[in-house]
T-cell receptor, first 117, second 113 residues
């Protein structure tokens, strides 16, 4: 199946710094990517939908100025957590839709563990 | 709120038993359902999917059943193995291209040998 990668897999940062997480579709062009966050022992919560070449659509309660999403190419979306605080510590997971495949098939990345000290 | 959920938070089975994990959804417009397996520290892994025009679909050792009347989805794992231990999530969307998946709360499956 299609492969989605994320980088970094783990990041530890100090409070107040910004962290960028990359999501790449390795063998297909993803017109749409999605960003989720997952707290321990909880489900995945959708943060935003990212369409290539346009602004991301954020879910209610997700601050767009806090979580900057850029989808500048068909294989790369980035999530930047700005001025990170300990409450932003979470597991961030992206997924990508392959437009050439089944319409609803989404492939998930391996996740990025963010720890803010 | 979440449109997909309801589950048993944990399920413990013996190796070789069959496992059944359940999920309920509330959105009648949901058209597409997927089961994912997530191991600790990893992203969700696709197991099997089903569209609303079907009520059963089988894969290798797994079967998904969909009951649209009561908005219920289940995942059956035959001859459960220790490697099946993970958290299992059901997810759904409306079937419109480009829409995100909405995840249920998950069930932790523990398989003892």
């Amino acid at each position: 199946g299609a492969v989605v990668s994320q980088h970094p897999s783990r990041v530890i940062c100090k409070s107040g710094t910004s962290v960028k997480i990359e999501c790449r579709s390795l063998d297909f062009q993803a017109t749409t990517m999605f960003w989720y966050r997952q707290f321990p022992k909880q489900s995945l919560m959708l943060m935003a939908t990212s369409n290539e070449g346009s602004k991301a659509t954020y879910e209610q309660g997700v601050e767009k100025d806090k979580f900057l999403i850029n989808h500048a190419s068909l294989t790369l979306s980035t999530l930047t957590v700005t001025s990170a605080h300990p409450e932003d510590s979470s597991f961030y997971i992206c997924s990508a839709r392959d437009p050439s495949g089944r319409p609803d098939t989404q492939y998930f990345g391996p996740g990025t563990r963010l720890t803010v000290l | 709120g979440e449109s997909v959920g309801l589950h048993l938070p944990t399920l413990s089975v013996q190796e070789g038993d069959n496992s059944i994990i359940n999920c309920a959804y509330s959105n009648s417009a949901s058209d597409y359902f997927i089961w994912y397996k997530q191991e600790s520290g990893k992203g969700p892994q696709f197991i099997i999917d089903i569209r609303s025009n079907m009520d059963k679909r089988q894969g290798q050792r797994v079967t998904v059943l969909l009951n649209k009347t009561v908005k219920h989805l289940s995942l059956q794992i035959a001859a459960t193995q220790p490697g099946d231990s993970a958290v299992y999530f059901c997810a759904e969307n409306s079937g419109q291209a480009g829409t995100a998946l909405i995840f249920g709360k998950g069930t932790t499956l523990s398989v003892s040998s």
